[in-house]
């Protein structure tokens, strides 16, 4: 099988142009997705959050002219650590990984980096878009709080975003729509609900579930999951206007 898992591929995730193909198209915005490797219950992979990203930012290059990088796989996942497969980085080591694809990037042209974060864990990445004002790198994270309250509005998503934490109804619904696949039997009955996680950096996710889920998976669908990803498309089209240099009208991919 391939990287995975066992339980099938995730095809057309990666980024699959030439040299010459970015030559041709001289974008002037790259776009980042960061995953994790982290628990997400008993159905759906490790590799959820990375899988998310990836879908996020194929969905965005599809429709607007942009540099689309392969992912960061693993990032800060501590509060996962329980479960055993779940691997983290230090927030450290995530900061330079991204300050230096940054810089790499605008040493060959490109001086605007937009981090498509699948984690919300990823704290740090939050730091890096702040320091990078006047530092010769636009840069933004995507997608923002604002951006998921339209995404889930717009697909009806029915769990409210603070209880819609982990392996629950949003990001069951993406995986159903753009990668059924890895998903799992069981999610139809793996609700489970902690709205108060006051201690969840000091505790971990131990003291708030034991399946590894918050959430209410057995509400997702693949509909949910595919108007979600149109709302993010579209969303990233306020980002993509206030950063490229050259702003382009996205493409009609419908």
Same mark, same amino acid.
């Given at each position: 099988? =391939? /990287?995975? *898992? %066992?339980? *099938? ?8 142009? %030439? %040299? ?14 960061? @995953?994790? #490797?982290?628990?997400?219950?008993a159905?759906?992979?490790?590799v959820?959050? +990375?899988?998310?990203?990836?879908t &996020? ?9 942009v ?6 796989? &693993? ?9 055993? *497969? ?25 001086? +605007?980096?937009? $981090?498509?974060?699948?984690? @919300?864990?990823?704290?740090?990445? !939050? ?9 010769? +790198?636009?840069?933004?994270l995507?997608? =923002?709080?604002?951006?998921w309250?339209?995404a !889930?509005?717009?697909? @009806?998503?029915? %769990? ?11 990001? +069951?619904?993406?995986? $159903? ?35 590894g889920?918050? @959430? ?12 979600l $990803?149109? *709302?993010?498309?579209?969303? #990233? /089209?306020?980002? #993509?206007s ?10 009609? &991919?419908?």
């Amino acid at each position: 099988m =391939g /990287g995975w *898992g %066992t339980h *099938g591929t995730a095809p057309g995730l990666l980024p699959l142009g %030439t %040299t010459e193909d970015v030559r041709a198209g001289r974008p002037d915005v790259a776009v980042l997705p960061v @995953g994790s #490797f982290e628990q997400h219950g008993a159905f759906l992979p490790l590799v959820t959050d +990375t899988v998310i990203a990836c879908t &996020i930012a194929r969905e965005v290059a599809a429709a607007y002219p942009v540099h689309h990088l392969p992912p960061v796989t &693993i990032s800060c996942s501590h509060e996962h650590a329980a479960w055993p *497969g779940t691997v983290s980085i230090s927030a450290t080591t995530l900061y330079s990984v991204v300050r230096d694809i940054a810089d790499s990037l605008r040493r060959s042209g490109i001086s +605007t980096l937009i $981090l498509v974060n699948g984690h @919300g864990g990823n704290y740090v990445l !939050r730091n890096v878009v702040q320091e990078s004002a006047g530092g010769g +790198t636009r840069m933004a994270l995507f997608p =923002g709080p604002a951006d998921w309250d339209a995404a !889930r509005a717009r697909a @009806g998503v029915q %769990t409210p975003s603070n209880s819609d934490m982990h392996a629950g109804e949003v990001e +069951t619904s993406i995986l $159903l729509h753009a990668h059924p696949e890895l998903v799992r039997p069981g999610y139809e009955t793996s609700d489970c609900l902690a709205d108060d996680r006051k201690h969840l950096l000091t505790l971990g996710m131990t003291a708030y579930t034991e399946s590894g889920v918050i @959430g209410r998976p057995s509400m997702a669908s693949a509909g949910k999951g595919k108007e979600l $990803l149109a *709302g993010l498309v579209d969303s #990233f /089209g306020e980002y #993509f206007s206030l950063l490229a240099s050259s702003a382009e009208a996205p493409r009609d &991919i419908r």
